[in-house]
């Protein structure tokens, strides 16, 4: 099938850091995206990743292996405000986005 | 417009009326995504639009549902003799062009029309 598998809910302490993972099937791959959405809010983009590899971007960084069918993202220094759901979605070979159900976090001081 | 517009924002309505949800893209965007997402799920597709091509209706989930897109530009999704189970919100995303290899082609959301079907 087409699943995207991430865990559903994650804990984690102000100032540390936590590692969302994201797995899913490799046929037809087209891209790595991770959104952040916030409660009652729509989803904002975060990173995307198509070649293997490591993507920093400030506290942020994704990395993904295509050929294990795999992405992670890293989440340093948390902050209270990083209290979200981060949605992973994979690009297929129609150009379309197969979204993952979330991994709800939450951030504890 | 700077952002993908969509209206309106909380429609509370009675069961078995038709509803009427709007979607005004990003400007130059030609790939519109509708999608469902009900309380403390993940997101659901529903139909997809590139360009001047035959959408892709396959996540409508009954024959209720129905939407279209004029060019470019706007799209309306039309849910008819609403039931309970449709209450969600519905967003809408807009793409530049579809998902290929480059982070500026990314699908940037709407704040999402809000139904409640009471």
């Known amino acids: 099938g087409q699943n995207i598998d991430q865990p559903t809910e994650m804990t984690a302490t102000e100032g540390a850091i936590v590692q969302i993972n994201c797995t899913y099937q490799?046929?037809?791959?087209?891209?790595l995206f991770w959104y952040q959405q916030h409660a009652g809010e729509a989803p904002t983009f975060l990173s995307y990743n198509v070649l293997d590899g490591l993507e920093e971007k400030g506290r942020f960084s994704s990395f993904l292996s295509r050929s294990k069918g795999y992405s992670y993202l890293l989440l340093k220094e948390l902050q209270m405000k990083d209290s979200a759901s981060y949605l992973c979605a994979r690009g297929d070979s129609n150009y379309q986005l197969i979204w993952g159900a979330g991994t709800k976090l939450i951030i504890k001081p | 417009g700077a952002g993908v517009s969509q209206s309106p924002s909380n429609k509370v309505t009675e069961k078995g009326k038709d509803v009427e949800l709007r979607c005004d893209p990003i400007s130059g965007h030609t790939a519109l995504y509708w999608y469902r997402q009900r309380l403390g799920q993940g997101l659901e597709f529903l139909i997809y639009f590139q360009g001047n091509s035959a959408p892709d209706k396959s996540g409508l989930p009954s024959d209720r549902f129905s939407a279209e897109r004029t060019g470019e530009s706007v799209s309306t999704l039309t849910i008819q003799r609403t039931q309970q189970e449709d209450s969600a919100v519905y967003l809408c995303?807009?793409?530049?062009?579809?998902?290929?290899?480059?982070?500026?082609?990314?699908?940037?959301f709407g704040e999402g029309s809000w139904l409640t079907v009471v």
């Open positions: 490799t046929s037809g791959f087209n891209g």
């Open positions: 995303a807009s793409s530049l062009v579809p998902g290929t290899a480059a982070a500026g082609n990314t699908i940037y």
